[in-house]
């Protein structure tokens, strides 16, 4: 009897007889070739969970880069409505029917820089603080400080000196009117104003004679038996005229409702109006 037997498997059957036994390291190699350890993740597991640990999201984005987003978004938006161009709410229903109460309008702030000038017929928005209403006193304090703030960028209430109105003269024009008649005069020129004046209006409920200082705006309401403007203020000090320095920008477009959109587009009939001292049709102050 032979004292080398075949090596049996691993049910009890022998070996076939003649096949070499294969080394222990390619049984070994063999065996990790066929079947990974169970416990072990794969390729795209691993991406997966190293991804979550990062906080990231399928496309890369992780929470911190959405979040410098969303900052950068934020300082964007704030300097645009403080800088460039800012919505303002309509309060009332002195501009009828150009603008109606609760209208929301943009306003172009930068309309009168870089050289740009107020013109006749221009719908304006500005602070009426010392020209419409007193100046006065205000509190002390950080309250204060952030309202200011939140006024400046357009995130804030306005306190009831913000006012939108429509340019009937700038500096040097002389305006008039008489009681009774169907049109004011700029310059000496009659103005018509049918293409904004609320229906049936007359131009003013008072006559006046004014003359416009420099720099400064006479204004009024396209709804002018229910306007407070100008002609309201004549024995104020300002005479009821607005500094251009108050100015905060030009009323280009109503965004909201839907149903007002339009845009503000200077009423053609300012064009025959000529200069103060009859030197041109372009009444502008700058």
Do not use: C
Request: charged share 20%; hydrophobic share 40%; no cysteine.
């Amino acid at each position: 009897m032979s004292s080398h037997e075949p090596i049996a498997d691993r049910d009890g059957t022998p070996a076939p007889s003649g096949e070499r036994e294969p080394s222990r390291s390619a049984a070994v190699s063999g065996a990790v070739a066929e079947a990974p350890p169970a416990d072990e993740p794969s390729a795209d597991e691993s991406s997966a969970e190293g991804g979550a640990e990062d906080g990231q999201g399928w496309f890369g984005w992780g929470l911190r880069d959405l979040a410098k987003l969303l900052a950068v978004v934020v300082v964007v938006l704030l300097l645009v409505n403080a800088f460039v161009a800012q919505p303002f709410s309509v309060p009332s229903a002195s501009m009828e029917n150009t603008l109606r109460p609760g209208d929301r309008v943009l306003v172009n702030k930068l309309a009168y820089q870089f050289g740009g000038t107020v013109h006749r017929g221009d719908v304006v928005v500005f602070d009426g603080t010392d020209s419409f209403v007193p100046g006065g006193d205000n509190d002390p304090g950080i309250g204060a400080d952030l309202r200011k703030l939140g006024e400046a960028v357009g995130i804030g209430p306005f306190d009831g000196s913000i006012f939108v109105k429509r340019v009937i003269g700038v500096g040097g024009d002389r305006v008039t009117y008489r009681a009774g008649a169907r049109e004011l005069t700029v310059n000496g020129v009659a103005l018509p104003e049918t293409d904004y004046l609320f229906p049936g209006d007359a131009p003013s409920s008072v006559g006046f004679d004014v003359q416009v200082p420099p720099g400064a705006l006479f204004v009024l309401g396209d709804h002018r038996s229910d306007s407070r403007d100008s002609r309201d203020h004549l024995g104020d000090p300002g005479g009821g005229f607005v500094p251009v320095r108050k100015v905060i920008g030009r009323a280009d477009l109503v965004l909201f409702p839907i149903g007002h959109w339009r845009t503000l587009d200077r009423p053609a009939g300012f064009a025959a109006i000529p200069a103060a001292g009859g030197s041109g049709a372009h009444g502008e102050q700058g």
